[in-house]
């Protein structure tokens, strides 16, 4: 199959969507790489690392020629217009804040799949782009954080007395939150967690860090899929309540609570920012969708009460080298599932892990977390799309 992998749009993403190395490994597969000029140079792979690795490097044009097109963020819908009738999108697409992309996809033709709704289950661990990202972020929230804070994490015994370590509190224990913990502890702070999620306790505890028990019915606050559910308001301020102390008492605090297609639950009010000691730092990795912080800034460093309030909205993006090569394995992973041993295409909804990620197929909107859309094509029209696939 022909691979266009294209420039991102986003002055702010700096990762792509396939590497040197793994573009090498497809191309040894038969299939033909079509690499945008300029693609891997924010994340530190030229135009001719390609060119050795077996890619062709393209221009725009790449949109039309593409039979597969991989993104990491989801293209224009002047670029999507340029795709062909049943060629496939592959990539983090944000379908929740996409839909009327999502809807001209349909209209296209184009089958599309978005990676941020892989299913949690052991045969997808190896395609998840979301756990690969969310460990590269939980780690550089604690670089961020011990460059920001006024002191050091670890504990030094020196001539000049005794320097006590770095508190530090992670809210939410999911990947991103036990890279946390775990670079907080090697740096040589104490952490203390928390999650609503009771079962991550014992995770929490191997990597390190005091999990905070607090006296919150929450007993159902895991999904099938293994994501934390959204409280009840009732719950969220008793949560908001008993956490206030932990982190009035933190140097650092590193957020990373999120539910799913909805903006993030508000953890911090702006009265307990105020409480904090001046100096301290909130990391707040959930900015993207709102910020778990009431005085978080997505996209901005602020001060706020003698507070550091880090709402970066793109973390894996601070380090693309290694964000990028880790997204590229895991849709190299996935395109695995999606190629017979013959190198046929087979699109198989009855495959949880494909009906966990499609988006649109032969002309309709497929996902059953989305609504059916109101544009989508024809049944004679979308039978004529299949034909010329």
């Known amino acids: 199959m022909k691979i266009f992998v294209p420039n991102q749009t986003d002055a702010q993403e700096t990762r792509a969507a396939m590497v040197p190395a793994v573009a090498k490994k497809l191309a040894s597969g038969g299939h033909e790489l079509l690499i945008e000029s300029g693609a891997g140079l924010m994340s530190g792979h030229t135009d001719d690392a390609y060119r050795s690795a077996g890619a062709r490097i393209a221009g725009p044009e790449g949109w039309s020629e593409g039979e597969m097109v991989l993104v990491v963020r989801s293209p224009t819908q002047e670029q999507v217009g340029r795709m062909r009738n049943g060629a496939v999108l592959i990539g983090m697409l944000s379908p929740h804040r996409n839909r009327e992309l999502i809807d001209q996809l349909a209209r296209q033709g184009v089958a599309s799949m978005a990676l941020e709704y892989l299913p949690r289950i052991t045969r997808a661990q190896a395609m998840d782009v979301l756990s690969s990202q969310a460990n590269l972020a939980g780690f550089k929230a604690v670089v961020i954080a011990a460059e920001k804070s006024p002191k050091i994490f670890p504990m030094l015994m020196t001539a000049a007395g005794t320097i006590q370590p770095a508190r530090v509190f992670v809210i939410g224990a999911g990947v991103a939150g036990l890279q946390a913990i775990a670079t907080a502890r090697r740096l040589g702070a104490v952490v203390t967690a928390y999650d609503v999620r009771p079962a991550v306790k014992e995770q929490v505890q191997s990597v390190g860090a005091k999990f ?26 008793k949560q908001r309540e008993m956490m206030a102390k932990a982190i009035v008492e933190s140097d650092v605090v590193i957020t990373t609570a999120a539910i799913p297609g909805k903006p993030a639950p ?7 920012v105020e409480k904090m000691q001046p100096g301290s730092v909130i990391v707040d990795l959930a900015a993207e969708s709102g910020g778990n912080c009431e005085l978080t800034e997505p996209g901005q460093i602020v001060q706020k009460h003698n507070v550091t309030i880090v709402g970066i909205t793109n973390l894996p993006a601070t380090v693309p080298f290694h964000a990028s090569q880790v997204y590229a394995n895991n849709i190299a992973n996935l395109l695995k599932l999606l190629f017979t041993k013959e190198g046929q295409l087979k699109i198989d909804p009855s495959d949880e892990v494909i009906a966990g990620v499609l988006l649109t197929q032969n002309g309709q909107v497929v996902h059953p977390r989305l609504k059916p859309a109101e544009a989508t094509v024809s049944p004679e029209k979308a039978k004529e799309l299949v034909t010329n696939a």
């Open 212 to 237: 905070l028990e607090l006296p919150l019915e929450t007993k159902d606050a895991q999904d099938q899929g293994g994501y934390a559910k959204e409280l009840s308001p009732e719950q969220q301020q």
């Open 266 to 272: 508000k953890l911090i009010p702006g009265d307990v």
